[in-house]
């Protein structure tokens, strides 16, 4: 069973940068996706950035694109997000997320990132004040 634990989030002012991590343990997929998510207050889960073992081109939300950064270390026990010129619509809960299926698979119709992967974390926070 994968076990996954976020860490990093916090409080920063618009402008600001933080790193979540996501500590991965019990992954058994001889390939598979890994994937971030937020959500804030009274609003559905959404797909922010996510990445396929086999490589390939990263996913990300158009509202982050070209300010987040998702990685792997080598050895794929940690997930990180590298979030930069982060604002105040930013803020919620991150989650981390794993699935055997590549994250291509949970999109249809070109949207957004579904919230199908079958692993979760608990979350971190993230505010962002301006």
């Known amino acids: 069973q994968v076990h996954l634990v976020e860490s990093g989030g916090g409080s920063v002012q618009a402008g600001g940068s933080l790193r979540l991590s996501c500590a991965v343990s019990?992954?058994?997929?001889?390939?598979?996706?890994m994937g971030w998510f937020r959500q804030a207050p009274g609003k559905e889960r959404e797909g922010v950035a996510a990445?396929?073992?086999?490589?390939?081109?990263?996913y990300y939300s158009d509202s982050v694109k070209g300010r987040f950064t998702i990685s792997q270390d080598n050895g794929k026990s940690t997930l990180y997000l590298q979030m930069n010129y982060l604002q105040p619509e930013d803020t919620g809960v991150y989650y981390c997320?794993?699935?055997?299926?590549?994250?291509?698979?949970?999109?249809?119709?070109?949207?957004?990132?579904?919230?199908?992967?079958?692993?979760w974390g608990q979350g971190t926070q993230v505010t962002v004040s301006s």
């Open positions: 990445i396929w073992s086999g490589g390939g081109r990263p």
């Open positions: 019990g992954y058994s997929y001889g390939s598979g996706s």
């Open positions: 997320a794993a699935d055997s299926r590549p994250w291509w698979a949970m999109i249809t119709d070109n949207g957004p990132l579904r919230a199908a992967f079958g692993s």
